[in-house]
């Protein structure tokens, strides 16, 4: 992730509007949802970015927050057949062997120390010692995910905004975002597969859940 890029980017105001906010989806994917003291700590960071862009931000509320551990079925891709034929077909072959790849794989923490506006999103980031990697390298070479399914995790984030409209004053956001250091440790504990329903996981449903070991 090349933050100079989108610090350029975002300072010019060229940045993605969420034209799918809101709207009807369906995907499944393998998530981590995170804790609601989590969720509340990043909640202060939000109403704090709120105060600068109140009219030009989409806010992500805390039932949302979560990491994407991998994609199954893709939200924003097309497939050969409709996703939930194709679910109907891997269910079993994926749950079971996310069963099994969580069976050797320990609880590991992650600690969100960045937050950065990018042209698509301003997101929290996290960094680890490499779990993270190691599980996801686990779970595209175990689980039945089909080959049309070229979307890969590779940083571990979580989204707290999208974009509604141009931003009124870029740089001013920027400074504020640069400045927030924060200190936010979780314990990745869990995964667990949902189907989403409204985008960006605005309405998502439980399908499946595995405890690391």
Not at 55 to 67: A, F, I, M, Q, R
Not at 95 to 100: A, D, G, I, R
Not at 153 to 177: C, E, M, W
Request: aromatic share 8%; with cysteine.
């Amino acid at each position: 992730m090349s933050i100079r890029r989108f610090f350029s980017e975002v300072a010019g105001n060229q940045i993605q509007i969420d034209k799918d906010w809101g709207s009807q989806c369906l995907g499944y994917n393998i998530q981590f949802v995170l804790p609601s003291q989590v969720c509340t700590q990043l909640n202060n960071i939000q109403q704090e970015i709120l105060k600068v862009e109140p009219d030009s931000l989409y806010y992500c509320p805390g039932h949302s927050l979560h990491t994407t551990v991998a994609w199954i079925l893709a939200t924003r891709h097309t497939y050969s057949k409709p996703k939930d034929a194709l679910w109907e077909e891997i269910e079993k072959g994926c749950q079971s062997e996310l069963e099994q790849v969580s069976q050797s794989f320990p609880s590991f923490a992650v600690n969100f120390t960045d937050i950065v506006a990018t042209n698509a999103a301003i997101i929290a980031l996290a960094y680890d010692d490499g779990e993270m990697t190691a599980l996801r390298q686990a779970i595209k070479k175990s689980l039945p995910i089909p080959p049309e399914t070229e979307n890969e995790a590779q940083i571990i984030h979580t989204t707290l905004f999208r974009y509604a409209k141009s931003l009124n004053d870029p740089r001013r956001l920027l400074g504020l975002v640069d400045g927030f250091q924060p200190e936010i440790p979780v314990v990745i504990d869990s995964l667990s597969i949902r189907k989403e329903l409204i985008y960006p996981s605005l309405q998502s449903e439980l399908l499946f859940s595995v405890k690391l070991r």
